[in-house]
């Protein structure tokens, strides 16, 4: 059983949420002209965002985090989009020598070994990349919706990042079923292991399926308490305890 047939369902308030979506991306477009990137990660909620962004022709750029462990199938996706879109998308990726250095000193499986190297190792993957993409940028786009977790249930439409950037956050009121709903509507291309029961999809070694009753966020590394599990890409300085365990 597919993604699509597990999850989408039309809900009420679908239509007025898309329109609301597409309100927001097009006024952030207009602030920020030449100056805004979607950060896509490639996921589902970040594949409707993608979508609305070339079916309405947005001038906002596309750019993503090649970790250098993502799962194949993920890697695809930039490719795919490339092609069923006809848009550029910036591929960012970590620091090699970082990497190597990484390696050597705590081995490949170190982010199992405790949260300080976990979060060393998203640091060099993930946070630095991503200080590269938005250099320069005023604004950037996220898949960030309220119903993902606790840590994300005070999400805002637009809001601000720790360096003052506007973060635009089209799909916060969105459920499960309506990102599923609107793939299903619109032949959105998706990340394949969504049908193998992973909502959340991150890094290979950090990603697991959830079994029936999980929480959403439950494959994301798994071993960790459940207020760790942020990878600092979206912390804000209003929420001080986030700060300290993002």
């Known amino acids: 059983m597919s993604a699509i047939d597990l999850y989408a369902h039309a ?5 007025e949420r898309v329109t609301a979506a597409v309100a927001t991306l097009k006024q952030a477009a207009e602030t920020y002209p030449d100056g805004i990137v979607q950060a896509t990660s490639l996921g589902a909620e970040d594949m409707v965002i993608t979508d609305l962004i070339a079916r309405h022709a947005l001038p906002i750029a596309l750019g993503t985090l090649e970790t250098g462990t993502l799962h194949s199938e993920t890697v695809a996706l930039i490719g795919h989009i490339e092609t069923h879109y ?3 998308v910036e591929v960012y990726r970590p620091v090699e020598t970082a990497v190597i250095e990484f390696v050597q000193n705590h081995g490949t499986k170190a982010m199992y070994e405790s ?8 640091g060099i ?7 590269r993409m938005l250099a320069h ?3 950037w786009v996220t898949g960030l919706r309220r119903e993902q977790s606790s840590a994300r249930g005070e999400v805002n439409p637009i809001e601000s990042d720790d360096q003052g950037r506007a973060k635009i956050n089209p799909l916060v009121d969105w459920s499960w079923n309506d990102v599923w709903h609107y793939i299903a509507q619109n032949n959105v291309p998706y990340n394949p292991l969504h049908d193998h029961f992973m909502p959340s999809i991150g890094c290979a070694p950090c990603t697991r399926a959830i079994a029936v009753g999980e929480d959403f966020r439950a494959g994301r590394w798994w071993w960790e308490d459940e207020k760790a599990k942020e990878c600092g890409l979206h ?9 300290q365990e993002a």
């Not at 949260?115 to 998203?122: D, G």
């Not at 912390?235 to 700060?243: I, T």
């Open 235 to 243: 912390v804000r300085d209003d929420h001080p305890q986030e700060q």
């Open 137 to 139: 940028r005023q604004a």
């Open 125 to 131: 993957r993930k946070l630095e990349p991503l200080s």
């Open 86 to 88: 006809g848009l550029h």
């Open 11 to 15: 809900t009420p308030g679908f239509e």
């Open 115 to 122: 949260i300080a190297l976990r979060k060393t190792c998203c």
